[in-house]
């Protein structure tokens, strides 16, 4: 009775902990997809910035 009852604690542990574990491991490929994505709109929005920059410049220096 003591072996069942000891093997369904651990079960009940694995079965939390393997949770825990699915749950964190989606947190952090969220955080570095929003990391990525982040990234590229920087870039996306330096990109944009750069090229009005020197269309102004083109402008100006006439």
Known sequence: MA???FAKGI???VCK???AL???SDE???QL???AGASMYIQKVRTSFVS???WR???HSR
């Open 22 to 24: 699915r749950k964190y």
């Open 57 to 59: 410049h083109q402008i």
């Open 33 to 35: 997809n929003s990391t």
């Open 17 to 19: 902990m393997g949770v």
């Open 11 to 13: 079960w009940s542990y």
């Open 3 to 5: 072996k069942l009852a």
């Open 28 to 30: 952090k490929h969220h």
């Open 52 to 54: 009005w920059h020197s």
